[in-house]
């Protein structure tokens, strides 16, 4: 506490009067999908492992707000993933029939285990393995996708695009593109 000019009693914090208000409590809240982001879109995945990939929106998750994707990981590799929707593209294709595909699934899913090797150059070192769980999921969620994907009539195009992988040449202005 110091005294101004005027001696009345200022209080001066380290941020320098910009601290948070702690009467004000903060909510968690939801967060809100983008509106071209829907159960059946297909995504171009922009960072990451699998950048470039096209992927299947499955659902928004609930906790994270994460959004959950499948290749399926039959057609093009891409596994089921929790990807934020700032690294995604969405696209103008759809495929129906995919909403209910993965009802079962969470971020509980997704939790790491501690498995890691005190050695980091060991030669034993084993890479870590996927729970029963979450290959039994992975196989429902792609099944069902899989299914919806072959109903479509363009089913065979449909395949093949999900395999292309999304690349910017020269030529190309990706202010132009139309997704």
Known sequence: MTKGATGIKIKLS??????????KVQKLRPTKLRKSITPGT???LLAGQFRGKRAVVVK???K???????GPYKFNGV??????QRS?????????????AAASVS???????DNKSKDFGAKDAKKPELS???KKAQADVDAKVAGAISKDKEAAVLKKYLKTKFALTNTMNAHELSF
């Open 79 to 84: 596994p089921l993933r929790r990807v934020d």
């Open 42 to 44: 297909i995504v171009i």
């Open 107 to 113: 971020d509980a899913l997704f939790a790491r285990t």
């Open 132 to 134: 029963a769980e979450r």
């Open 64 to 70: 994270s707000g994460k959004v959950l994707v499948t």
């Open 60 to 62: 928004q998750l609930e």
């Open 88 to 100: 995604l593209i969405a696209t103008s294709t759809k495929v129906a029939g995919v909403q209910g």
């Open 14 to 23: 380290q941020k320098g009067g910009q601290g948070k208000n702690p009467r």
